[in-house]
């Protein structure tokens, strides 16, 4: 069953050609293996998140870039560095790499201009090509399975697999972060576009993503 499953979901990615079935399996554990090292406290819900902003990138278009400003402005004057000052600059998400979760702590040390931040935020924003509802359901599907077999002991794992469910069957697919997620690791971060990163915030000197 779980081969059927990885077969379907790479037709409906690739046609069949972007990457073999061994290739998405490693590549999915990787990406699990990334976020659990970057935050022992992650749960299904978190890992969910890193895999959905990937194939998603920002959950919402930007159409006011001065609330845009605003907005990072006021997150940028709630917290801290130091609180989550274990977590990297940048992190690789998903098992295509197509986003990177930049920290704000790149713009909280002047490493990167905050309106160089921003353009790519909002350029990412403008640029995502999501799946539908459907394709998503199929794909975290067959995530979900390689995550069960990796036997991580994650809390709450049964927990978060129906919310996770009952989301996606109610034709929507944006969760939060897990309350012990954001109690351990304090995440303060935009996802941009690994392309558009690479293009602008990746001029500047800021600590090299995880492998």
């Not at 061994?22 to 990334?34: L, P, S, T, Y």
């Not at 990072?72 to 940048?90: C, G, I, K, R």
């Not at 986003?99 to 909002?122: E, G, H, M, T």
Request: hydrophobic share 35%; aromatic share 10%; with cysteine.
């Amino acid at each position: 069953m779980k081969q059927v499953v990885f077969s379907l979901i790479l037709g409906l990615l690739s046609g069949g050609c972007r990457t073999s079935d061994n290739d998405f399996a490693k590549n999915v554990r990787v990406a699990v293996e990334r976020q659990v090292k970057l935050c022992p406290a992650t749960q299904l819900q978190d890992l969910y998140k890193n895999f959905m902003q990937d194939r998603f990138g920002p959950e919402h278009l930007i159409s006011d870039r001065e609330a845009a400003n605003r907005y990072l402005q006021s997150e940028l004057d709630s917290y801290s560095e130091t609180e989550n000052a274990e977590l990297s600059d940048v992190e690789l998400i998903g098992w295509e790499g197509n986003y990177v979760r930049v920290n704000l702590s790149v713009v909280k040390k002047n490493l990167v201009p905050r309106d160089v931040y921003l353009d790519a935020f909002i350029r990412s924003a403008s640029s995502a090509k999501a799946p539908s509802p459907e394709e998503w359901q199929k794909e975290w599907a067959a995530i979900e399975a390689i995550i069960r077999s990796m036997n991580l002991s994650l809390p709450d794992y049964e927990q978060d697999r129906q919310k996770i469910d009952g989301i996606l069957e109610s034709g929507h697919f944006a969760v939060h972060h897990s309350e012990r997620f954001n109690k351990a690791c304090h995440p303060h971060y935009r996802i941009i576009s690994k392309e558009i990163y690479e293009q602008l915030v990746g001029a500047y000197r800021i600590r090299p993503t995880l492998p």
